[in-house]
Nanobody, 120 residues
Framework: QVQLAESGGGLVQPGGSLRLSCATS????????MGWFRQAPGKQRELVAA???????YYAASVKGRSTISRDYARNTVFLQMDSLKPEDTAVYYC??????????????WGQGTQVTVSS
């Protein structure tokens, strides 16, 4: 079983920055997709940024130009650098990873979420 653990959330003032991290654990053979989603109160979970293994990163229009997703392939870790944060970025941010474990079984795992609050 593959587990994900996010860190780096918190309270930040508008215009500030945060760097989210997502570490993986388990018998991972390969990861084909890692991404960050967020869910604000009363809203559906939405994709914020994605880092597929075989294509260019994707960013939602709402964060494009203000966020950078990156992966450490050796450590199966993904990061999300968020700059110029706005109050509307306030949400619980979830990490997602898709791939296969050593036994060949596919996995699609989620982290427990980390709260990001942008407020003065």
């Amino acid at each position: 079983q593959v587990q994900l653990a996010e860190s780096g959330g918190g309270l930040v003032q508008p215009g500030g920055s945060l760097r989210l991290s997502c570490a993986t654990s388990g018998s991972i053979f390969n990861i084909t997709f890692m991404g960050w989603f967020r869910q604000a109160p009363g809203k559906q979970r939405e994709l914020v940024a994605a880092a597929p293994s075989s294509s260019n990163p994707y960013y939602a229009a709402s964060v494009k130009g203000r966020s950078t997703i990156s992966r450490d392939y050796a450590r199966n870790t993904v990061f999300l650098q968020m700059d110029s944060l706005k109050p509307e970025d306030t949400a619980v941010y979830y990490c997602n990873a898709v791939g296969t474990v050593i036994a060949g079984t596919p996995f699609n795992s989620w982290g427990q979420g980390t709260q990001v609050t942008v407020s003065s």
